[in-house]
């Protein structure tokens, strides 16, 4: 893939803290797939990666896959086609998509086919007779799930945690966003050390998270002992979703400015940012021991903050 050759893995870890000193007894440590490409950012590559390689070896020309008006996944599958010579086409859900935002117009410059569908007929993404109907009308491709989230991708992000096994040999807990819960659920599928693990949720009642994590786990692992003691090594923290996915409140914003104004490290507002956020939270009111070596996952997707006209970042 000559794409490898523009990506920075593996991806570096750093260790942060918090501008102000809050949770100073605390040692932090990020790991930045957002770096590892401008584009193609974070877990998305993850998730890509054996997709891509899978539908190349089938010999398919073109991939097809979901995602929202300002989806992190659809910017990302535009930009790692587009060298590899794969077509790709985006089922965007939502008729009224304003197809000149700015993830949309991105994804069509890179050569992505956009085709917005209703929101009724976007839930029935995974349906066999409406996939058939896809294939119908684009013909042959290689079909990957809204956000990657499929078993290639799960073993993707696995590597997250592989490639460099000793960044997270000292690391007592890991701190990482879910949307589809594949990034956690691969991180936990590498299976290496006894590291805790936190889910933050950026969804309104994201409890069902821990299913979508045991789902993954189970279908992939299928040991339903072993998916047991994983689960309880994660604990899910909802309480940071500020009103729901895509909402965003001034406080986040100003955060996440004060972060990148003083750490120089940019956080999207879906994931990252709201994770961070509650890090920050969570240090202040003694959550963490002192002394713990936490590892954040940064997941990228700073893109889309390009769809929030009034953050600067
Ligand atoms: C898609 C995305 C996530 C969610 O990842 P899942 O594997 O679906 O849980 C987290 N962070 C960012 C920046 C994303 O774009």
Avoid at 204 to 229: C, N, R, S, T
Wanted: proline share 4%; with cysteine; aromatic share 12%.
């Amino acid at each position: 893939m000559n794409l490898l050759n523009q990506l920075q893995l593996p991806s570096p870890v750093q260790k942060f803290e918090f501008p102000d000193g809050v949770g100073a007894e605390i040692n932090f440590f990020i790991k930045r797939d957002d770096l590892i490409h401008p584009h193609i950012s974070g877990n998305k590559w993850r998730k890509l990666k054996l997709n891509l390689l899978n539908a190349q070896a089938k010999k398919l020309d073109t991939v097809l896959t979901f995602g929202g008006a300002f989806s992190n996944h659809l910017a990302a599958t535009a930009v790692a086609c587009h060298p590899q010579g794969l077509k790709s086409i985006g089922v965007v859900r939502g008729e009224e998509v304003d197809l000149n935002n700015p993830t949309m117009k991105f994804v069509q410059e890179c050569g992505m086919e956009i085709f917005p569908i209703s929101r009724e007929d976007y839930k029935l993404k995974t349906d066999e007779g409406f996939i058939q109907g896809l294939h119908e009308q684009f013909g042959i491709f290689y079909l990957v799930p809204e956000g990657g989230a499929n078993f290639y991708g799960l073993t993707g992000c696995q590597e997250i945690v592989t490639e460099n096994p000793e960044d997270f040999e000292k690391i007592d807990l890991v701190c990482c966003s879910a949307g589809t819960a594949t990034t956690i659920s691969g991180i936990l599928a590498a299976d290496l050390f006894n590291f805790k693990t936190l889910c933050f949720s950026p969804f309104k009642g994201g409890a069902f998270l821990k299913q979508e994590i045991e789902k993954h786990l189970l279908f992939g692992y299928w040991d339903k002992e072993w998916v047991e003691e994983k689960l309880n090594s994660v604990e899910l923290i909802l309480d940071y979703h500020f009103g729901g996915f895509g909402k965003i409140k001034p406080e986040l914003i100003k955060f996440i400015d004060w972060i990148y104004t003083e750490t120089g490290i940019r956080f999207d507002l879906l994931y990252n940012g709201k994770m961070l956020f509650a890090i920050y939270d969570l240090c202040k009111r003694g959550f963490f021991k002192s002394g713990q070596n936490i590892m954040i996952i940064h997941t990228g997707g700073v893109q889309g903050n390009a769809g929030f006209s009034n953050v600067k970042l």
